[in-house]
């Protein structure tokens, strides 16, 4: 089972430029959520669902958005990149919001 | 406001014990877990504790008072391999994790 793959790995941004991450998860998890993380700052959620067509914003959304078309994939889009948003961006998924939630590999990104 | 306190980094020896402690203040709580974090890897699932008391996995305990607001993580029998960064997260009354930022362990033989 592969559980949850990010796409890409790692990816290098001119600011400005719009990017999407993917993520995918085979575990049928309702529920799906984006952090990021940021050297000395805890894990901070950006954008989460709770099932399929529906979305909500975490602490920080302000510059990202999020589509929910399925159960399988979550992908987080930055529409216009500013520096800030350089950073380890990981994909989770949990059963449910009550749910222990997995981690995908993280990508990480560099806005210049 | 929302606040989980953990020390930055711990440094311990091979074979020993060690206690890495967090507290919070949250909007309602909801549980707390402990995720284990390797250098440049995803946080994998640790432990798990909504009630007070102690829970036991293995090499790996976890505590909790919620009237304290306090938890700790115990990892007994040190192995090189346990050198990573140990997170714990709280759900608060929205069911959202509120993330420490972490301790880094090291260990040293």
């Known amino acids: 089972t592969a559980g949850i793959t990010q796409a890409p790995t790692s990816q290098i941004l001119a600011a400005g430029r719009s990017m999407t991450l993917r993520c995918t998860q085979d575990?049928?998890?309702?529920?799906m959520y984006w952090y990021r993380q940021d050297l000395g700052l805890g894990l901070r959620l950006i954008h989460y669902s709770n099932t399929a067509g529906t979305t909500g914003k975490g602490e920080v959304p302000d510059g990202y958005s999020v589509s929910r078309a399925n159960t399988d994939d979550f992908p987080l889009t930055l529409a216009s990149a500013v520096p800030s948003q350089t950073s380890v961006y990981f994909c989770a998924s949990s059963g449910s919001s009550w749910d222990t939630q997995y981690f995908g590999p993280g990508t990480r990104l560099t806005v210049l | 406001g929302q606040n989980i306190d953990q020390p930055t980094e711990m440094t311990a020896t091979e074979g020993a014990i060690v206690q890495i402690n967090c507290t919070y203040q949250?909007?309602?709580?909801?549980?707390l877990f402990w995720y284990q974090q390797h250098a440049g890897e995803a946080p994998t699932f640790l432990s798990y504790n909504v009630l007070d008391g102690l829970e036991e996995k293995g090499r790996f305990s976890s505590f909790l008072s919620r009237s304290k607001g306090y938890s700790y993580l115990l990892l007994k029998e040190l192995q090189m391999k346990d050198s990573a960064s140990y997170l714990c997260?709280?759900?608060?009354?929205?069911?959202?994790?509120?993330w420490g930022a972490g301790t880094k362990l090291i260990i040293k033989p």
């Open positions: 575990m049928r998890h309702n529920a």
């Open positions: 949250t909007s309602g709580f909801n549980g």
């Open positions: 997260a709280v759900r608060d009354s929205n069911y959202q994790l509120i």
